[in-house]
């Protein structure tokens, strides 16, 4: 990543932490309508986004390579407040929930296979980079040390913590 130039969401907290304890890295952040001209340009030359996003917004035709490493999980929610969810009677609370988790897997399991089928279809066409256990380790570091430094202020120190005995 060293003397790269990635895309991050503009309003990401995450990536450019991240970025930092790499080091000599340049986060160029965008909007999504932002990364495709920036790509085209080389302004933006390394993006970590799931197969079906890169593959819809045009921006794997512009890049050569692509690393099987999963680092986050990106597509996919049913958002909404929770004050207009309590302002529900509690029947039409009930009917939301119910089918909100039903949709939620049905569209969970829908994206995952429309990913998994576009990342086979740009492995087909890219050079596929796979991360050596050693590099999976030092992966694992900088991550850790993303991690503590996002405690430091970012984000409240028992979040992240609770954040990390989730993913174990």
């Known amino acids: 990543m060293r ?14 932490a991240l970025m930092q304890v790499i080091g000599g890295v340049t986060p160029v952040p965008l909007g999504v309508p932002e990364v495709l001209p920036n790509l085209n340009t080389g302004a933006v030359d390394v993006i970590t986004a799931p ?8 921006w794997a035709s512009r890049l050569d390579t ?7 999980a990106t597509i996919g929610a049913l ?24 949709a939620a897997g049905a569209l969970t399991t829908r994206i995952r296979n429309e990913d998994k089928a576009a990342f ?8 596929v980079s ?16 993303t991690r503590a430094r996002l405690a430091q202020g970012t984000f409240p120190k028992d979040l992240v913590e609770k ?3 989730l993913a174990q």
């Open 120 to 127: 086979g279809r740009l492995q087909s066409k890219m050079t």
């Open 130 to 145: 796979n991360s050596t256990d050693a590099q999976l380790a030092e992966w694992a570091d900088i991550f850790k040390q």
């Open 79 to 102: 958002v909404f407040t929770k004050a207009k969810l309590d302002a529900l009677p509690a029947d039409l609370r009930a009917i939301m929930l119910d089918t909100g988790k039903v």
């Open 163 to 165: 954040a990390e005995s």
């Open 3 to 16: 003397g790269k130039k990635p895309y991050v969401w503009r309003e990401d907290f995450i990536m450019p």
């Open 51 to 58: 197969a079906l996003a890169a593959e819809q917004l045009q």
């Open 66 to 72: 692509i690393n099987t490493q999963v680092v986050s």
